[in-house]
T-cell receptor
């Protein structure tokens, strides 16, 4: 069965520094998608970044980048130049493939709480 | 587009009462998902629909839970009778159809419905 693991329940980072949030996944499928979502204290789920399993380049979106290491089955999120507004819970997720069709079944990790210190 | 719209945002009810949560997906999105978030279990997929048809309801906890999607722009999640352990935030999310390798398969979440069962 597919599985997503986030081993860091909580992380601290100093404002303006970079931080890496870890995510490992387990799947026997060759085609899959990896996602990161941010959930601030207000509760909404905000999409940050996406990486397809066949993408050769690491995904980047502004200050967010995804360090994709396929052989190690890891998809770590890197936030550069942390800001106070980055304080939130971060979820890694994997799109579960289903044969040759696309079901969009997204499996989430347990999340990592990030606190940015001024 | 106004995004995925959920109502009510907050619901407080007493054990045994019927609860109905509502969702309007983004226009043109073919997939609709219902997730539940609790501290203990994280984000769990309850059920999802494709073109208004339920595809996978294996995450629905028990017969007290039911979900419908009568048309492309509306879905309900009903709990009858409700119990205190159903207290959680319930998210609705939608996405377009697209290959798993495509960034078009990003899930957009609603703001969530926070349910408290006393």
């Amino acid at each position: 069965a597919q599985k997503i693991t986030q081993t860091q329940p909580g992380m601290f980072v100093q404002e303006k520094e970079a931080v890496t949030l870890d995510c490992t996944y387990d799947t026997s499928d060759q085609s899959y998608g990896l996602f990161w979502y941010k959930q601030p204290s207000s509760g909404e789920m905000i999409f940050l970044i996406y990486q397809g399993s066949y993408d050769e380049q690491n995904a980047t979106e502004g200050r967010y980048s995804l360090n994709f290491q396929k052989a190690r089955k890891s998809a770590n999120l890197v936030i550069s130049a942390s800001q106070l507004g980055d304080s939130a819970m971060y979820f890694c997720a994997m799109r579960e493939p289903h044969g040759s069709s696309n079901t969009g079944k997204l499996i989430f990790g347990q999340g990592t709480t990030l606190q940015v210190k001024p | 587009d106004a995004g995925v719209i959920q109502s009510p945002r907050h619901e407080v009810t007493e054990m045994g009462q019927e609860v109905t949560l509502r969702c309007k997906p983004i226009s043109g999105h073919d997939y609709l998902f219902w997730y539940r978030q609790t501290m203990m279990r994280g984000l769990e997929l309850l059920i999802y629909f494709n073109n208004n048809v339920p595809i996978d309801d294996s995450g629905m906890p028990e017969d007290r839970f039911s979900a419908k999607m009568p048309n492309a722009s509306f879905s309900t999640l009903k709990i009858q009778p409700s119990e205190p352990r159903d207290s959680a935030v319930y998210f609705c999310a939608s996405r377009e159809d697209g290959k798993i390798s495509s960034g078009a398969n990003v899930l957009t979440f609603g703001a969530g419905s926070r349910l408290t069962v006393l």
